[in-house]
C-alpha cells in the first residue's frame, strides 16, 4: 500500500493583485493619453474656427489684420 502523498500544482488563471494592479494603471494611462488627445485636437479646432469667425469680422476694418489670422488659424497649435 503505498501512502505516500504528492501535492497538486493549482495554478490560478486570475492575476496577482500587483500585476493587475499594473495593467489597471497602464490601460487607465493610455485612456487617459487617448482622452486627453482627443481634447487637444477639439480645442485646436475650435481656436481655428474662431480665428477663422473673428478674421471675417475685422476683414471690412482691418484686411491686414484678418490676413494674419487666416494664416494664424492654419499654422496650427502654437508651441
Known amino acids: 500500500m503505498n501512502t505516500a502523498v504528492s501535492p497538486l500544482s493549482f495554478e490560478s488563471n486570475t492575476p496577482s493583485p500587483a500585476r493587475a494592479g499594473g495593467a489597471i494603471?497602464?490601460?487607465?494611462?493610455?485612456?487617459?493619453?487617448?482622452?486627453?488627445?482627443?481634447?487637444?485636437?477639439?480645442g485646436q479646432a475650435r481656436a481655428q474656427r474662431h480665428l477663422l469667425d473673428f478674421?471675417?469680422?475685422?476683414?471690412?476694418?482691418?484686411?491686414?489684420?484678418?490676413?494674419?489670422?487666416?494664416?494664424a488659424s492654419r499654422q496650427g497649435p502654437m508651441s
Open 25 to 42: 494603471r497602464t490601460w487607465g494611462a493610455r485612456v487617459g493619453k487617448s482622452i486627453w488627445r482627443v481634447l487637444e485636437v477639439s
Open 55 to 71: 478674421a471675417n469680422e475685422c476683414e471690412r476694418l482691418q484686411p491686414n489684420l484678418a490676413k494674419e489670422l487666416r494664416a
